[in-house]
């Protein structure tokens, strides 16, 4: 199956999935935006993590 069919059709299923749970467009929101927080600091905790250095500090 083509990606990009492959795609719609999960996006098509969850939006079903989300309508039959009855999750709210605002309840969607805040998890994309807490989604999006969370990758942040995982983004920035990885950034320190391998920052120049570290690893001769840690010794």
Known sequence: MHPDIHLALHHARATELRAEAG????????????TRVGWTLVEV????ATRPGAAAAAH
């Not at 999750?23 to 807490?34: E, F, K, S």
């Not at 905790?45 to 320190?48: D, M, S, Y």
Request: glycine share 6%; net charge positive; no cysteine.
């Open 45 to 48: 905790g990885l950034r320190l």
């Open 23 to 34: 999750v709210r467009p605002a309840a969607r929101n805040r998890q994309a935006l807490r």
